[in-house]
């Protein structure tokens, strides 16, 4: 069995300053909010726990995905390879998967950082249907049998969706 996890950017500071590298119009920049970096944090102690750590990590470019991404492996001392992925922002669900199917076949585990709508519809998709919402900085975990590249719609199974608020 593989385990894909979804995990969406936690929530973003749309009123940083040009300090912090952001300006208005330059989403890609755009940095976590203090609430986001305590959620990445949740999240990266909760995989730790729960003995789940990923055997790689990839990453939308944007500042707001690597930050999330980085926070959790440091806090859940990961030791899964970071890869950063422009096809992962601004991405299409096809866009997306592309970077899924090319995984390597000795990842068991992979967790994606990435944005909505993307991370939503990936999941509801996999899971054949319907319509989850992922929340700031949730971490979708689905189960499959199979290649990366066969990873399609209906293939996967929700193993769970955690939200951080749910998390000490």
Do not use: C, Q
Request: charged share 25%.
């Amino acid at each position: 069995m593989r385990m894909l996890m979804l995990l969406r950017h936690g929530k973003s500071d749309w009123s940083a300053s040009e300090d912090s590298g952001w300006v208005p119009g330059a989403d890609h920049r755009r940095p976590l909010a203090p609430r986001g970096i305590k959620a990445a944090k949740r999240i990266g102690r909760f995989i730790a726990s729960a003995d789940i750590k990923p055997d790689r990590i990839l990453s939308s470019t944007a500042t707001r995905a690597r930050s999330t991404a980085e926070l959790a492996i440091e806090a859940g001392d990961f030791a899964g390879e970071l890869t950063l992925h422009d096809e992962l922002y601004e991405a299409s669900v096809a866009d997306a998967l592309a970077v899924i199917h090319a995984t390597d076949e000795s990842v068991e585990r992979l967790l994606v950082a990435g944005h909505e709508p993307t991370t939503s519809s990936r999941a509801s998709t996999r899971m054949g249907g319907g319509h989850r919402r992922v929340d700031t900085a949730t971490l979708v975990g689905l189960a499959f049998y199979g290649p990366w590249n066969e990873l399609g719609a209906g293939s996967a199974e929700l193993r769970f969706l955690i939200p951080p608020r749910l998390l000490d």
